[in-house]
């Protein structure tokens, strides 16, 4: 609490010092000639375009203390007890040393990875196949910056070069949808398996005369898939019903109430109706 209570007072004092002092005192002549508009109107908008100027900077002022803030307490809270660092790294006046904090972190990294790698390998995977989606895990932020990059600096977005990208980038969307896509089926089971477990929509309620009702879908089954893409929540139902134009059969993957067997229906495009 005397953390949390000195760490507002830190920003807020901050805050105060990076404030002009001209400006933290009425103006009386600029209001005066605002509220009187004897002011031409450019003047005026060129007063208020200083006032932004000067707002920003210090918004990103304090940003910075905030950012500095941070690091301090992830320094902090990131030492384990007991340890400490060479004495070239001491700091303080009590000669209490720690670890420096990127030794932490990269331990932290490790054991980060040995858990998941474990997490595979328990869930059934081959290691050669567990390794390879560590590897793609901890590639996935840059590959999704690097489509991100390329397709921002497309000159014609309407072209095919220009869809494909959007198409791998829906794909980069998250790590779960990228495996769907680069694992088999049997693998992408084992790896939802060692995340947490498998995710699809559980069908609550179905809404009568609708294309759901009229396919027999019922309250208690499980979408697995709209066609073909794999559905974790009705978010992603959303997404996929919206991508496909209307006039058309999508072929949709249930799994029935009690079963564990699955099943393909048909449905035409457009929202199902159901409630999940």
Same mark, same amino acid.
């Given at each position: 609490?005397?953390?949390?209570?000195?760490?507002?007072?830190?920003?807020?004092?901050?805050?105060?010092?990076?404030?002009?002092?001209?400006?933290?005192?009425?103006?009386?002549?600029?209001?005066?000639? +605002?509220?009187?508009?004897?002011?031409? +109107?450019?003047?005026?908008?060129?007063?208020?375009? =200083?006032?932004? /100027?000067?707002?920003? #900077?210090?918004?990103? #002022? %304090?940003?910075?203390?905030?950012?500095? *803030?941070? =690091?301090?307490?992830?320094?902090?809270?990131? !030492?384990?007890?007991?340890?400490?660092?060479?004495?070239?790294?001491?700091?303080?006046?009590?000669?209490?040393?720690?670890?420096? /904090?990127?030794?932490?972190?990269? =331990?932290? *990294?490790? !054991?980060?990875?040995?858990?998941?790698?474990?997490?595979?390998?328990?869930?059934?995977?081959?290691?050669?196949?567990?390794?390879?989606? +560590?590897?793609?895990?901890?590639?996935?932020?840059?590959?999704?910056?690097?489509?991100?990059? #390329?397709?921002?600096?497309?000159?014609?977005?309407?072209?095919?070069?220009?869809?494909?990208?959007?198409?791998?980038?829906?794909?980069?969307?998250?790590?779960? /949808?990228?495996?769907?896509? %680069?694992?088999?089926?049997?693998?992408?089971?084992?790896?939802?398996?060692?995340?947490?477990?498998?995710?699809?929509?559980?069908?609550?309620?179905?809404?009568?005369?609708?294309?759901?009702?009229?396919?027999?879908?019922?309250?208690?089954?499980?979408?697995?898939?709209?066609?073909?893409?794999?559905?974790?929540?009705?978010?992603?139902?959303?997404?996929?019903?919206?991508?496909?134009?209307?006039?058309?059969?999508?072929?949709?993957?249930?799994?029935?109430?009690?079963?564990?067997?699955?099943?393909?229906?048909?449905?035409?495009?457009?929202?199902?109706?159901?409630?999940?």
């Amino acid at each position: 609490m005397l953390i949390a209570a000195a760490t507002i007072v830190t920003i807020t004092a901050g805050a105060a010092s990076l404030w002009p002092a001209d400006r933290q005192a009425a103006n009386p002549a600029a209001t005066a000639g +605002l509220q009187q508009n004897e002011r031409p +109107l450019r003047e005026r908008v060129e007063l208020l375009e =200083q006032e932004l /100027r000067e707002s920003a #900077q210090i918004q990103r #002022q %304090l940003l910075e203390l905030v950012e500095e *803030l941070r =690091q301090s307490i992830e320094g902090d809270m990131g !030492q384990p007890a007991g340890e400490a660092r060479p004495a070239s790294s001491r700091v303080g006046q009590s000669g209490v040393s720690e670890r420096p /904090r990127a030794m932490g972190r990269r =331990q932290r *990294l490790q !054991q980060h990875r040995q858990s998941q790698m474990q997490r595979l390998l328990d869930a059934g995977m081959d290691p050669g196949r567990a390794q390879f989606v +560590l590897e793609k895990t901890e590639r996935f932020q840059f590959e999704h910056t690097r489509l991100s990059y #390329q397709y921002r600096h497309m000159a014609d977005k309407s072209s095919e070069e220009a869809r494909a990208l959007r198409q791998q980038l829906e794909i980069h969307s998250n790590p779960r /949808r990228m495996f769907s896509h %680069l694992l088999s089926a049997e693998e992408f089971e084992l790896y939802l398996e060692a995340n947490g477990g498998r995710q699809e929509i559980n069908i609550n309620r179905v809404v009568p005369d609708t294309p759901a009702q009229n396919a027999g879908l019922r309250a208690g089954d499980r979408i697995i898939s709209y066609n073909g893409e794999r559905i974790f929540h009705m978010g992603d139902l959303r997404q996929q019903v919206y991508r496909v134009p209307p006039g058309e059969t999508v072929a949709v993957e249930v799994q029935r109430a009690g079963s564990n067997n699955r099943e393909t229906i048909y449905v035409p495009s457009g929202p199902l109706g159901i409630q999940g």
